[in-house]
């Protein structure tokens, strides 16, 4: 009996965890690829996590075991005509809406009915089990343990053994044939559900239903480790880049902490762990506040990665060490569900909205340690408000007096005011004094420190920000640099182009050749600051491809780029997905077409497959050319690129500098990719003899079914 309930909840989250990242690749040529559509992502599951969990809670309570197992089947059975997963036929993704709101849409008309049944079945089984009468069924808690362990193999084989090895359409029917095989686990399991055990356990006294205060120590624990991992996600990829599998790291340790916390056994209690726990959470607070720097080095992530999974272990082990008897375990899971559901919410959809920078991360680790220190301090609900309140008082006084030489004194007159009645009114004691302490340095510390960025913003796409080096100005989103311009030439006529646009760069080679400057029609796949602008020539039409409405809202500001008011200032840019965008219109023909979309150091996948490159050729006029912008870190794009020209009988040449070409302080070195169906379309160009002609390695056809990232991994790049 054991060994049915086991399997079945360990096939149930592996299923779980695995239809999590075929959907995102299913949605990936719908909504492109950032850090934001993951969290997003993750906001999704998380909440139908929850409504699965309720499901379950209300089914334990209201139903009978024979109509609960009845319910759920039919539940099953009505999941069966979702599968295998797929896109809504004629789903389109709408750019001058809230792009997060439909990321969610998508994922629950795609994918929740499923999701929403194997969401319900770690609660369930595990209610089912402990009426089942058998060994252990009074503490049913370790089959959350097989649970995780299923959730954290699905995981690491989907990206390591199934993206490689099978496409996404083999991918999704494998997947609806272990959902069908579960239905016959979850009938095995309700059944045994429904043993005399179930008569043994009703005849024993009901325990009382947890206080709503432990229910509210529940939450709090869940949505700390949710935050963090999210908080985590994107810091890496903000200070760091996407670096391969990266964000497999936290969510892997999140799971894992699951498993170490849950068990009757552990090391990971007691005193000395949560001791342990203070200073780690006090390290974490200095590394996510920029105490090591503004980016964070390899090792410093490491360790901040570290900090997470210590606190994440504490907080799952605070919560096992507080569950409920089996008879209120559905109301354990469902608290634990909602604060999960809260961290995603706070992280990947208020965050953005609340601050203009990645401090959530800072947030959360604070609250860790408050709740790490409640213990010794004796903090509760009312210290923690007075001292809250009195903190805010001091701290906003202490920030009024930094700024009060620029913001007027009538402010700070009213912040001492009301810093010295809260004073007054508050009978301090050790905990209230330390909680306002804290809040009293940290607020002006916060609020007053300096910022040299003349812009910082976020948008669904990450953190966007400007800054003056050396005479240049530099935009960039996380560890990307979008472009920069020379402050000499902010008044110019004609600025120059910088970076890897400089006129000594490949792009710069093909724009001032006669394939740029003869061109009629020129498209910009990746608007940037909008350097390629100024290559352009009289009556030429050019347009613009941006998926994120902040990157163009920033180029066309005068005063904090010129490329575009000065060279282009009527050329439109088209908001959405290039792809998307460019397949709807078939009436546009271009000259030369440049892909320049890269976010980050990841492989825009569906920009990079076989269809993508058709699309783009379709969109050329006769004798077009199509040039792609492939400088990364840790992948080869031109791998792939060269096997799709090759199968849609087009040629191909690359430039990937490897020494500079100017000793301009403003020039990148980068690599090119040009595609043309006739080498005399780019002849001219080729005369410099900075180009090579580009053969197809043999290896496997990218497709929007099947594409290996991993397979073009330059060699060392995970090291770098």
């Given amino acids: 009996m054991q060994v049915i309930f086991t399997a079945t909840i360990f096939l149930s989250a592996a299923l779980l965890f695995f239809v999590q990242p075929l959907f995102a690749k299913l949605v990936l040529p719908i909504i492109g690829g950032s850090p934001a559509v993951w969290a997003t992502a993750m906001l999704f599951f998380q909440t139908v996590l929850l409504l699965g969990y309720l499901y379950a809670h209300f089914s334990s309570q209201y139903l009978t075991p024979q109509k609960q197992v009845m319910v759920h089947i039919a539940i099953w059975g009505a999941a ?72 954290l193999l699905a995981l690491m084989a989907f990206p390591l053994i199934a993206e490689p090895l099978f496409g996404a359409g083999d991918i999704s029917r494998g997947f609806a044939i272990g959902f069908f095989v579960l239905g016959i686990g979850l009938l095995a399991c309700g059944l045994n559900g429904l043993s005399p055990g179930e008569t043994k356990r009703t005849e024993r006294r009901a325990t009382p239903a947890p206080r709503l205060e432990t229910r509210a120590y529940w939450l709090f624990l869940a949505f700390i480790p949710s935050s963090l991992m999210l908080a985590v996600t994107s810091k890496i990829t903000t200070d760091i880049g996407a670096v391969p599998l990266i964000w497999v790291i936290p ?55 570290f900090c997470f999974f210590a606190l994440a272990i504490w907080a799952h082990r605070g919560l096992y060490e507080t569950r409920p008897s089996a008879e209120h375990l559905t109301t354990f899971y469902a608290t634990m569900s909602v604060g999960g559901a809260l961290g995603g919410l706070f992280n990947s959809i208020l965050a953005p909205y609340l601050f203009s920078d990645l401090i959530e991360g800072t947030v959360t680790m604070s609250l860790a340690l408050i709740a790490l220190f409640r213990g010794v301090l004796g903090l509760t609900r009312e210290s923690l408000l007075r001292g809250g309140a009195l903190g805010l008082a001091i701290g906003g006084t202490l920030t009024g007096v930094a700024a009060s030489f620029e913001a007027g004194t009538l ?23 330390t909680v306002a302490a804290g809040l009293a340095v940290a607020l002006p510390a916060w609020l007053a420190s300096p910022d040299d960025r003349l812009f910082a913003d976020r948008s669904f796409f990450g953190l966007h920000q400007i800054l003056e080096e050396d005479g240049v100005r530099l935009y960039s989103n996380g560890t990307t640099l979008h472009g920069a311009q020379r402050l000499a030439d902010m008044a110019a006529r004609r600025p120059v182009p910088t970076t890897y646009y400089h006129p000594a ?18 498209g910009i796949v990746g608007l940037g600051v909008g350097s390629l602008a100024c290559y352009a020539a009289r009556d030429q039409d050019w347009h613009f491809y941006e998926i994120d409405e902040m990157v163009d809202r920033v180029a066309r500001t005068p005063e904090l780029f010129t490329f575009l008011s000065a060279c282009t200032p009527t050329a439109p840019t088209h908001l959405g997905d290039a792809r998307i965008v460019l397949e709807q219109q078939s009436n546009i023909g271009f000259d030369l077409l440049v892909i320049d979309a890269y976010s980050s150091d990841s492989v825009p996948v569906h920009l990079t497959t076989l269809e993508a ?15 792609f912008h492939i400088s990364n870190r840790y992948y080869d794009i031109g791998l792939p690129l060269a096997r799709s020209a090759e199968a849609l009988g087009v040629s191909a040449w690359r430039q990937n500098q490897a020494h500079p070409a100017s000793d301009d302080p403003g020039y990148r070195m980068s690599d090119v990719m040009i595609i043309a169906a006739d080498p005399k379309d780019v002849a001219r160009v080729l005369t410099s003899g900075l180009w090579t002609e580009v053969q197809s390695d043999g290896g496997p056809i990218w497709t929007d079914d099947r594409a290996n990232p991993l397979s073009i991994l330059k060699p060392g790049a995970l090291g770098q």
Avoid: E, K
């Avoid at 093909?510 to 020129?522: F, K, P, T, Y």
């Avoid at 058709?614 to 050329?620: A, F, H, P």
């Fill in 80 to 151: 069966l005509t979702f599968l295998p997963p797929a896109i809504p036929p004629g789903w389109q993704l709408d750019p001058t809406s809230a792009i997060a709101w439909q990321t969610l849409g998508l994922f629950a008309i795609g994918v929740g009915v499923p999701f929403a049944l194997l969401s319900s079945n770690a609660p369930l089984i595990q209610a089912w089990y402990a009426r089942s009468g058998g060994y252990s069924a009074d503490d049913p808690y370790f089959l959350y343990g097989a649970s995780n362990i299923g959730s």
């Fill in 411 to 433: 402010a700070l007159v009213a912040l001492m005011v009301l810093g010295i009645a809260l004073v007054a009114l508050s009978r301090p004691g050790v905990p209230v004094f």
């Fill in 251 to 305: 969510l892997a340790l999140y799971l894992l902490s699951f498993v170490l916390a849950f068990r009757s056994t552990t090391l990971f209690t007691g005193l000395w762990f949560t001791q342990c726990c203070q200073l780690i959470a006090v390290a974490g607070i200095c590394l996510f506040a920029g105490v090591a720097g503004d980016h964070l080095s390899t090792i410093a992530m490491g360790f901040l990665i």
């Fill in 505 to 522: 760069g490949p792009m710069g080679q093909v724009l001032q050749s006669n394939i740029g400057q003869n061109a009629g029609s020129i």
């Fill in 613 to 627: 490159m058709d699309l783009y050729l379709q969109r050329l006029n006769p004798g077009g050319v199509l040039t």
